[in-house]
């Protein structure tokens, strides 16, 4: 019987080390640390094994659809598929980019919605019965939400919303950007907020299509907020350390063999919130 294996997405620094920390210490398997840069890649495995901890290394870019597909590929070839897998990768652009916010949304939405979206395109088909789906999302996503029109919170709320039409109405959003004038309020923030919407909705749309078409495996899909972290991404001020950053993705990651949730729920603080 094939290895069992845990796969985190921009491993290297932040949380998504302190991911791959955690479940170096918990999971019973090889643990993949990914990262797009071979070289800070290796370091962090390196810093892991001077802690005593093994994790292995692959390199991912998230951004590059021949990079995920060779990643899928070497899972299936190696492992038979994943068990766990963390879409941890993410941008959140400096609040002081001086570029234009339909550049700046443009750049948000590829990684964290339409590069997240292409990882779980290419991986899901791989993901082994009673495998654990974590997609690293924000808080800042429900709020946005809260601020959508009525009408397309009530599409984002839905339970018959497809895949396509959550692609179609990110592109739009996308497109609406390139087209306006800046508004008020258009910051790299707003960008990142929206792009996590999009990823939460994306999450219950794969959960309900797991419920249907993979009954029986026992494959548990969910998108988490690990609350306000201090990483280089966010401020020194944030309230919490990577390593409790960490707690509700790997939570999520290590639920017990025939846990039947939480799945397709968006979950903070170990707990499930309203959408």
């Given at each position: ?51 005593g901890l093994k994790a292995k290394f692959h390199q991912l870019d998230i951004d590059n659809l021949d990079s995920i597909a060779a ?118 923030l707003k960008a990142y907020s929206l792009s996590k919407t999009g990823l939460t909705v994306l999450s219950m749309i794969l959960a ?39 707690v509700t993705p790997v939570y999520l990651a290590l639920l017990p063999p025939g846990a039947s949730e939480p799945h397709g729920k ?10």
């Amino acid at each position: 019987m094939a290895a069992r294996v845990a796969v985190v997405t921009g491993g290297n620094k932040g949380i998504g080390l302190a991911i791959v920390q955690a479940l170096c210490k918990q999971f019973q398997g090889d643990v993949y640390l990914t990262a797009r840069d071979l070289g800070r890649g290796r370091e962090a495995v390196e810093s892991l094994s001077s802690k005593g901890l093994k994790a292995k290394f692959h390199q991912l870019d998230i951004d590059n659809l021949d990079s995920i597909a060779a990643a899928a590929a070497f899972f299936k070839q190696n492992y038979g598929g994943v068990d766990v897998l963390v879409n941890n990768a993410g941008i959140l652009l400096n609040s002081a980019d001086p570029k234009p916010y339909r550049v700046q949304m443009e750049a948000t939405f590829k990684t964290n919605f339409f590069s997240t979206r292409d990882m779980l395109t290419h991986f899901m088909p791989v993901v082994k019965a009673g495998g654990r789906v974590v997609n690293v999302s924000s808080t800042l996503g429900y709020n946005a939400l809260t601020k959508c029109d009525p009408a397309l919170q009530q599409r984002f709320r839905s339970e018959d919303i497809t895949e396509d039409e959550l692609v179609g109405l990110m592109q739009q959003m996308v497109d609406k950007a390139k087209a306006e004038e800046p508004k008020e309020g258009d910051s790299p923030l707003k960008a990142y907020s929206l792009s996590k919407t999009g990823l939460t909705v994306l999450s219950m749309i794969l959960a309900r299509r797991l419920s249907k078409e993979r009954a029986n495996d026992g494959i548990l899909l969910n998108a988490c907020c690990p609350g306000w972290v201090r990483t280089d991404m966010t401020s020194p001020a944030a309230s919490k350390s990577p390593e409790e950053g960490a707690v509700t993705p790997v939570y999520l990651a290590l639920l017990p063999p025939g846990a039947s949730e939480p799945h397709g729920k968006f979950v903070s603080d170990k707990k499930v919130q309203p959408w």
